[in-house]
């Protein structure tokens, strides 16, 4: 099961920094967004082996680490903060530019 | 009073007074009165706290909702948070000032004093936390109202150069928390000062240097700093002056602020490898930048470039590590703050005379003419950049080099030294371009332009401090006292 979740979060890692490299503005932001999930999901296995039980006081047996989880929680909502606004410049800007490639977004490059 | 409020204070005052602001959006003038004296008061707040941590001669520790410190988050106001909360609610005040009396139709919306409070909130709160993870939010919240605040600029490209800060600042905050991850795998805990025993009780988890990149990665970001630059001076071509006089004074040091504590408290161990890099890239920027500066063809973006420089001596000196040279890191640090600041306003205060707003070269020839006063204060605080007295920067300079020569590190030495020379060559190209060269006949400058108030007090604190430099070097030397040795921090922190 360890070995699993590692593969498939270097694979969902790795699918993301890909997209992020592309020249298409779009694409990148959705990379982006997939790199911080698989990074949700290393906080996740950070914490997912300790312990089976859910952390209520009077839970019986080894109780499972909460604090990722609310790592995770914050992370998360942040990051939904982050794309909204990233999103929403990024209409802006093709708006402005009529165009997604990141070549093509220079104003300010002389 | 409890003393233990103090650190709570400039991070609490400030968001508070934001939500209030928002409800009085309305009422233009009281809004901004309002937001003006929270600033203010949180201003109030730091420097209260400096002087009580520094009297008491322990660091004041705040544990959000009495959790004990390895299970909750811990406010940690030692000598070095403190001098850089001080040091940034300055700054910020006087960004603040200025955009009072700044003539933008960006200062005009209602959520931009909000936005305001809410970049000092995330700022202070990133340097007076002693929470991995903590650090990690409110980095979040300074890059999320920075970029809002650019975003809204008058100029045509705001958005983009928005776009690019926002972008490059998020991929470094997911660095920081894959960062905070691996250490969490490895130790178990995100307390600063825990994580700091255990990492030197048993270095060899796989992660624990992983770690420690992604965290230079997420502090170069953050600073400015040479390989991960590219967004900086972009930015500061078209953000609104009040908050790019802040942004590439105050919020840079958030890398510097950063690589002292890993260097003294995270990974003293492994610090000597941290200098190492420093040093290198530090030598590599002074150049950079100062070269970058002279070739520009903006006022604005060759004070930007001219940041990547200042940074690289600061840089140098936190990575040559001896006492002195960290004492001189923290006074430039805070003399830098204070005279960039100070000239990237003047420069927009220029600019916004300017027929149509720009800080181009081409565009403000010979706008000086008109602004004595801000010609004087640009050349005494070019005078400071470049390290001449009677100015604070000669005094960071002079510790800066002393302090090389007693590590007896003569070719960085020697490189950085050099380089100081073409700060004077870019400040004098921009003074000669604004205020010697006549004013073309066809342009006609606008007859008010922003307010000099902000940068006049700002040019004149760091006349005083260069007169009187004593209690900022006296501060300096305490701090490093305190920072070689951090046992007295972990036990402020943890208790025993």
Redesign the interface.
């Known amino acids: 099961m360890d070995v699993l979740l590692a593969l498939t979060i270097s694979a969902v890692f790795a699918i993301g920094v890909f997209q992020l490299l592309r020249r298409n503005l779009i694409r990148s932001v959705i990379g982006l967004s997939i790199v911080s999930n698989a990074i949700n999901l290393f906080l996740l296995a950070a914490g997912a082996y300790r312990g089976e039980v859910a952390a209520y006081a009077n839970a019986v047996g080894q109780r499972s680490d909460a604090l990722p989880q609310a790592l995770i929680l914050t992370a998360i909502v942040i990051s939904m903060g982050g794309f909204a606004m990233v999103l929403s410049m990024l209409y802006v800007l093709s708006v402005r530019y009529k165009t997604s490639d990141s070549d093509e977004v220079k104003g300010l490059t002389h | 009073m409890p003393t233990d409020i103090l650190v709570l204070l400039p991070v609490l005052v400030p968001p508070t007074a934001a939500a209030v602001a928002v409800l009085l959006r309305s009422h233009r003038r009281v809004q901004a009165a309002w937001a003006f004296g929270a600033m203010l008061t949180s201003f109030v707040c730091s420097s209260l706290l400096l002087w009580t941590v520094w009297s008491n001669g322990r660091p004041i520790v705040y544990q959000l909702g009495n959790w004990p410190a390895p299970f909750g988050i811990s406010l940690v106001g030692d000598l070095l948070s403190a001098t850089m909360a001080v040091m940034c609610q300055l700054v910020l005040a006087g960004g603040f000032l200025y955009a009072l009396g700044c003539r933008d139709q960006c200062v005009q919306y209602p959520a931009f004093y909000p936005l305001f409070l809410m970049l000092a909130t995330g700022l202070t709160g990133a340097m007076l936390t002693g929470d991995l993870?903590n650090l990690?939010?409110f980095a979040?919240l300074l890059v999320?109202s920075g970029?809002?605040l650019t975003?809204v600029s008058d100029d045509?490209?705001g958005?983009?150069?928005?776009?690019k800060y926002?972008?490059i600042s998020?991929?470094a905050?997911?660095a920081l928390?894959?960062a905070?991850?691996s250490l969490?795998?490895s130790y178990?805990t995100?307390n600063l000062a825990d994580l700091a025993q255990r990492i030197a009780a048993d270095p060899s988890p796989p992660l624990v240097l992983p770690a420690m990149v992604l965290l230079i990665i997420f502090f170069m970001v953050k600073g400015a700093v040479m390989p991960f630059h590219f967004w900086q001076p972009?930015f500061h071509?078209?953000a609104p002056t009040p908050v790019h006089a802040v942004l590439s004074s105050v919020v840079v040091k958030l890398g510097i602020y950063g690589f002292l504590r890993m260097t003294t408290l995270l990974f003293v161990e492994q610090a000597e490898s941290i200098r190492a890099v420093l040093v290198v890239v530090g030598a590599v920027g002074v150049w950079f930048g100062g070269l970058g500066a002279v070739g520009t063809?903006d006022a604005k973006r060759m004070l930007a470039y001219s940041t990547l420089g200042q940074l690289g001596f600061i840089l140098v000196a936190i990575g040559w590590g001896t006492p002195l040279a960290l004492a001189a890191a923290i006074v430039y640090a805070f003399n830098h703050s204070l005279l960039k600041a100070a000239m990237l306003m003047l420069a927009g205060s220029v600019a916004s005379r300017a027929p149509v707003k720009t800080a181009a070269f081409a565009a403000i020839t010979g706008l000086g003419k008109k602004l004595p006063l801000a010609g004087v204060l640009f050349l005494l605080g070019g005078m400071g950049l470049a390290g001449i007295p009677p100015l604070n920067g000669f005094v960071g300079k002079l510790m800066l080099f002393s302090s090389g020569v007693e590590a007896q590190a003569y070719l960085p030495l020697a490189a950085i030294g050099l380089a100081g020379i073409v700060t004077l060559v870019y400040v004098f190209r921009a003074f000669q371009h604004i205020w010697w060269a006549p004013l073309p006949e066809e342009v006609k400058p606008k007859p008010y332009g922003d307010r000099l108030i902000a940068p006049a007090l700002l040019i004149a604190l760091s006349l005083a401090l260069g007169i009187w430099a004593e209690p900022l070097v006296n501060l300096a030397q305490a701090t490093v006292a305190w920072m070689m040795t951090p046992e007295s921090y972990l036990r402020a922190v943890l208790g025993g």
């Open positions: 993870f990690f939010v979040e999320f970029a809002a975003a045509k490209f958005t983009e150069a928005a776009y926002f972008y998020f991929v905050s997911v928390l894959l905070s991850g969490y795998v178990g995100l972009d071509t078209a063809y």
